[in-house]
């Protein structure tokens, strides 16, 4: 099968998806990134049960204990709850080590998981074959970054560090505000921690595009905390006119304008494609992170990834410029001539 042809196809069947998913809360293809306010967080300690109706969520039991959110880590060893699986705790402990020691991010697994992340509910994923999977895609693609990538930005003097949260379902609290069943959500609360949770449950919704899209949040938390981030000028790239549109509420409704699903790109017309997707019209920040996983993401197990989006020069333009921005930002003395993202486009 021709290669743009296949192309096409996949993007035809994730837009497919996205559309039937959201009837069958779902979580396959959904992603969510939130900012907050300095405030005292708590959160409800389950007692058993849970359930989501009319959009809130609500449990299923009434027995609850207010806490206090904390961020302590909870040995493995010393975990009351019984791991399922394949792979040993040892096995995942090593792994978890190698990938701070590689990369400088923490990874949280197991009863190490908080239930409730602010506005979603977690449920706790203790398959250790779901958690080597999910740490193996980690370790693929954070591979694809300069080895200094995550680690200046924890030393820019914003992040303290990073945290990656393996968790099961994710709940939004509600469903008419916050999409359903999020696959990986990010969260900036402004305490110095990046906060990047992932639903790994089955090893169904763990890939690499779903690493690089909510790793392009953190990446864009850091430059907007840090006061890097020039939004004006990333609007100038955009059409005329055109403002996101700040919801996730219906965003499947939104219009494929401007976007690689409408009629004038289906029919081989590329000079009026801005944006990856409709999901990229919600958000700024959800155009660079559809825009980053479609490029960076699938490659990772497909290095002969091609879509004919990046041809188009708006699309192309507006890389270009978060590329530069990058570099710019951060020192890349040490990350050759090109990087993967770079490498990619390149193609095209």
């Known amino acids: 099968m021709n290669t743009k042809f ?24 959904f992603y969510a990134n939130y900012s907050y306010e300095d405030e005292d967080y708590k959160f409800l300690q389950k007692g058993s049960g849970s359930g989501v109706n009319n959009g809130v969520y609500t449990p299923s039991s009434s ?18 709850t019984s791991y399922a699986g394949t792979q040993t ?14 990369f400088g991010i923490v990874v949280k697994v197991g009863e190490s998981v908080p239930t409730v992340f602010l506005d979603y509910v977690s449920e706790i994923n203790t398959n250790t074959d779901d958690i080597l999977h999910a740490l193996e895609v980690l370790e693929d693609t954070f591979s694809l970054y300069p080895d200094d990538f995550f680690r200046q930005m924890c ?17 939004p609290k509600d ?21 990047v949770v992932f639903n790994i449950n089955d090893g169904l919704y763990m890939e690499p ?3 690089v899209h909510e790793f392009t949040h953190v990446i864009d938390y850091y430059f ?62 959800e155009d ?21 989006v990046f041809e188009c020069k708006h699309v192309n333009a507006k890389l270009d410029y978060y590329f530069n921005f990058i570099r710019e930002v951060f020192d890349d003395s040490s990350w050759g001539e090109m990087t993967a993202w770079e490498k990619e486009l390149e193609k095209y």
Request: aromatic letters at 16%.
């Open 288 to 308: 660079r992170a559809t825009l980053m996983e479609a490029l960076l993401g699938y490659s990772v197990y497909n290095p002969d990834n091609y879509d004919r």
């Open 224 to 285: 907007i905390g840090t006061g890097y981030w020039n939004e004006e000028a990333w609007n100038v790239l955009n059409p005329s006119g055109f403002s996101y549109v700040e919801s996730y509420s219906g965003f499947t409704s939104i219009d494929t304008e401007y976007t690689s699903f409408s009629d004038e790109f289906i029919n081989g017309i590329n000079d009026n494609v801005y944006f990856y997707s409709q999901y990229g019209k919600t958000f700024s920040l």
């Open 175 to 195: 469903s008419t505000t916050h999409i359903s069943d999020a696959s990986g959500f990010t969260i900036d609360d402004y305490s110095g921690i990046s906060k």
């Open 209 to 211: 595009n779903l690493v």
């Open 63 to 80: 027995v609850y204990e207010d806490v206090t959110i904390s961020d302590e880590d909870t040995s493995l060893a010393d975990a009351e």
């Open 89 to 102: 705790l040892d096995s995942v402990s090593v792994y978890i080590d190698e990938i701070y020691d590689r």
């Open 155 to 171: 030393d820019g003097g914003y992040y303290d560090e990073i945290i990656v949260y393996l968790a099961g379902n994710l709940y």
């Open 6 to 29: 296949k192309s096409y196809m996949k993007r035809i069947v994730t837009c497919l998806l996205v559309v039937c998913i959201v009837g069958m809360s779902s979580s396959c293809t």
